[in-house]
């Protein structure tokens, strides 16, 4: 099979302008991607109420879970395509390809089923009190939203998979359609019909269903050099060591999903019994608030992940090719990218936090008052975000996934779950806004140190003074 002219452009055509190029595209698709709950949550959140948009933002575990499963096809489907296509083995990659379409849809069955079904137990496991207005929110638009997951998951495989093919552009449209006709549907089933959160639910389905059919387009019209392998090279073992590849930012969700019930659960039995805000709302009132700091912040996840896509195939491509000069540039440029996007959009959080909840609030005076406060508290550190993102999943496009694990534990597992248990003992509520900021901290110090000395160890590879020879990290490909 002749190689594709995009994909060996990765080995070969200048950094920067190749980053760029395919970051774009990259940071423009899963922006709008995200925008999905963000749309959600300001249209709820201005036409239905407050407590509406608790019922979303108590959801945030869930979200965690879906991206955490996506996340194990996306990173590490794409590392594993990219090293078999950087090593010319398309036969290989035609294998990974059909077994990641297939783990993609089997994995969503398995979690809309089971969500469904324990809709209302896990809604009171994330923090919401049985039979108030959150809970009863939560509850209805977790069984709605849950239909739709099959079609998500398989649009993030595919789009991850189209762009480490070099088609980065046409994975963006199809997520841009997904998005504009969410905002259609939002405003349509919200604004003009009156459906409320279950109106928000639906216009997420749909949306999610359109974006997945312009993504499966892209393979059914020939565009792609992958081909479907058939039924017969399904490889539980190679399903097995995808996921392997993608558990660095999986386990990054997955304590994220564990971190956001512990907060969820602190921010409301702390806020109950503070003396101030127990008198506006309480926890309730809390978990709303925290939850916009919160999708504030994750549009600097949200772009790291969109830089990530761009640089993760050109680090496992050069990596795979030996091209170790390659590779160090291209970490190095996506740190400098994302640590651009973190600063400005830290900075506007730290300057004007008044504004970016009431865009949430509609005029709610309470929520807008302890939404500033926390915006502050919480994310002092947020403007390094990025760069520890980009070093957890730099191992893992190198097939290390274990050093990777461990950079993505290292924020939410060794230092936050301990904080929050801790600061508010002696600090109450305040205690658990600055956890946040204790963990980001602690874990900015581990992870600088660990990049340095990996910076440090591709200029001796470059220079052929030793170092881990590709074929010994990625055997398992």
């Not at 955490?68 to 090593?87: C, H």
């Not at 077994?99 to 089997?106: D, F, K, L, Y």
């Not at 919401?128 to 207005?133: C, F, L, S, V």
Request: glycine share 10%; with cysteine; hydrophobic share 50%.
């Amino acid at each position: 099979m002749a190689v594709n002219e995009k994909t060996l452009k990765m080995g070969t055509a200048p950094i920067f302008p190749m980053l760029v190029s395919m970051a774009i595209p990259g940071l423009l698709g899963t922006l709008t991607t995200y925008l999905y709950r963000t749309v959600d949550q300001i249209f709820v959140g201005n036409f239905v109420g407050r407590n509406a948009l608790g019922g979303i933002s108590v959801l945030a575990p869930f979200n965690n879970v879906i991206i955490a499963l996506s996340l194990f096809i996306t990173v590490g489907g794409a590392s594993l395509l990219s090293l078999s296509m950087g090593r010319g083995d398309y036969e290989r990659a035609n294998r990974l390809f059909t077994n990641i379409v297939i783990q993609a849809i089997a994995m969503a069955a398995v979690v809309s089923v089971l969500f469904f079904a324990f809709a209302e137990p896990f809604v009171g496991m994330c923090g919401a009190k049985e039979g108030t207005e959150t809970y009863n929110y939560a509850v209805s638009y977790l069984k709605i939203v849950t239909l739709g997951q099959v079609f998500n998951m398989l649009n993030q495989g595919l789009a991850a998979i189209i762009r480490t093919e070099g088609a980065a552009k046409y994975s963006m449209f199809a997520n841009v359609i997904g998005a504009i006709c969410n905002v259609i549907l939002d405003a349509l089933l919200i604004v003009c019909f009156s459906m409320g959160i279950e109106g928000a639910a639906i216009a997420t389905v749909t949306s999610q269903l359109v974006g997945a059919a312009f993504s499966a387009a892209f393979f059914f019209t020939g565009r792609s050099s992958l081909k479907w392998a058939g039924f017969r090279v399904v490889d539980i073992g190679q399903m097995v060591y995808i996921a392997k590849m993608g558990i660095a930012p999986s386990i990054f969700q997955m304590l994220s999903f564990v971190t956001n019930i512990i907060l969820n659960k602190s921010l409301q039995y702390y806020g109950d019994l503070d003396p101030v805000y127990s008198l506006i709302g309480g926890g309730e009132l809390c978990i709303s608030a925290v939850a916009i700091v919160n999708t504030v912040d994750n549009f600097i996840v949200s772009t790291t992940s969109g830089i990530n896509q761009a640089v993760s195939p050109l680090i496992s491509y050069n990596y795979g090719a030996m091209k170790y000069e390659r590779v160090r540039r291209a970490s190095l440029l996506s740190q400098v990218m994302a640590g651009v996007i973190a600063i400005a959009i830290w900075a506007f959080m730290m300057i004007a936090p008044r504004f970016v909840v009431n865009l949430f609030s509609s005029g709610d005076e309470a929520l807008i008052e302890y939404g500033a406060m926390a915006m502050r508290a919480c994310k002092m550190f947020a403007l390094f975000g990025g760069f520890q993102m980009l070093v957890s999943m730099y191992f893992s496009a190198i097939g290390k996934p274990q050093i990777a694990t461990f950079v993505s534990f290292s924020r939410h597992g060794i230092f936050l779950i301990p904080a929050l248990y801790i600061l508010p003992r002696f600090m109450g509520l305040k205690g658990v806004l600055y956890a946040n900021s204790v963990s980001d901290g602690c874990s900015l110090i581990v992870v600088t140190v660990m990049y340095i000395c990996e910076m440090r160890r591709l200029r001796r590879l470059e220079h052929g003074s030793g170092g881990t020879v590709p074929g010994e990290t990625v055997n398992g490909v």
